[in-house]
């Protein structure tokens, strides 16, 4: 069987569960893996059994490699991106896709010129959660969906993170953290997204780090911490969507709720493979939990790329793929483009829902 050979470039935290779960599949391979800081490289692919560990500009040049799965922090994932793209190389980025979507567009512009694919994070929808979700909304479970809400509800990440600061700042807060997880279960569930209505605050204008490392240090807060607003599907559904740091007392809100013209749906945590996922048909005195689909409920990150590598090999279209993650880019800017104007924001783009 031909196996499409990989290289990383970023080595931090959340390489390990790339590398761990790719290494199960037969269809990808990952040849090397690359850091700024050489020395993670080398401590990653040490761990996981990677032959190679070098420098971006090293692994890029290495003509074997045909697809970069581009871990880098979100600010420069547009930069690198277009470096392995210009490089003849396909990419899959983890989310989001750019922080712009000037960027975004050019990435996706720059893939098209040069027959490559690009794929971006999230792929938590095609873990058995999210799956047995969509398969029983295709199977007229709960009838035809007509609205949802979704809620990621949070007192912000400088009560645990180590290095908070970076959602604070340009390409931070809530909805350019979580709001990519959220959004694309939205558009798998009830397709594209044709308006989006939004409202965004912030509670505080500068926020105190209580995690250890950095315990007493303060952050200026440069953009929104609470984005709320409503979105208008395609398919005639609308949804009410919160995102937010400002959640100081806790809350009890459902991750995200579906409903149709024949029952309601509890959808798991877009943050997670797993479920559960339960459904209430109209009639039913007591909500039903739903079998998972055979597949991935433990975190399974690094299906996007191995998609995107077996569609490489079978000539298919994967499912994470750029329009998809253009579109959500587009939509979390929407929020903040409506806010700003006082007006209903139009989307551009629209992508296929599977």
């Excluded at 105190?208 to 208008?232: E, F, M, N």
């Excluded at 979390?332 to 209903?344: E, H, I, K, R, V």
């Amino acid at each position: 069987m031909k196996t499409i050979k990989a290289g990383i470039i970023g080595c931090g935290n959340i390489s390990g569960i790339y590398m761990e779960n790719i290494a199960k599949f037969p269809s990808l391979d990952i040849v090397a893996c690359a850091d700024i800081d050489v020395r993670k490289a080398q401590i990653q692919a040490e761990k996981h059994d990677i032959p190679l560990a070098c420098s971006p500009e090293e692994l890029l040049a290495r003509p074997e490699i045909e697809l970069i799965i581009n871990l880098t922090i979100p600010a420069v994932h547009a930069k690198v991106s277009l470096q392995a793209l210009e490089a003849g190389k396909h990419v899959y980025a983890e989310k989001p896709l750019a922080l712009t979507l000037e960027q975004g567009r050019r990435v996706l512009d720059t893939a098209r010129q040069k027959g490559l694919l690009v794929g971006s994070a999230p792929d938590t929808f095609l873990g058995a959660g999210l799956q047995t979700a969509l398969q029983l909304i295709q199977k007229g479970s709960i009838g035809r969906p007509v609205s949802a809400v979704a809620f990621m509800m949070s007192p912000g990440h400088e009560h645990w993170h180590p290095d908070p600061e970076f959602y604070y700042g340009e390409g931070g807060g809530p909805m350019f953290d979580m709001g990519p997880y959220y959004l694309t279960a939205l558009v798998q569930l009830l397709g594209p997204i044709r308006s989006v209505a939004g409202m965004t605050s912030k509670a505080l204008r500068e926020r105190t780090v209580t995690s250890d490392k950095k315990y007493g240090s303060r952050i200026p807060v440069a953009i929104p911490t609470h984005v709320v607003g409503t979105l208008a599907f395609e398919s005639g559904a609308v949804a009410a969507m919160v995102t937010s740091f400002d959640i100081f007392g806790g809350s009890t809100l459902p991750h995200i709720e579906i409903h149709g013209t024949e029952g309601s749906m509890l959808v798991p945590d877009p943050n997670t493979f797993g479920g559960p996922v339960k459904y209430r048909r109209t009639g039913d005195l007591e909500w039903s939990e739903a079998p998972l689909m055979e597949g991935y409920a433990a975190n399974s990150r690094g299906l996007g790329p191995v998609d995107m590598a077996d569609a490489l090999l079978n000539h298919g279209k994967h499912k994470a793929n750029g329009e998809l993650a253009y579109h959500v880019l587009e939509a979390m800017w929407a929020f903040q483009l409506s806010s700003d104007s006082g007006c209903y924001y139009e989307m551009k783009s629209t992508c296929d829902s599977f």
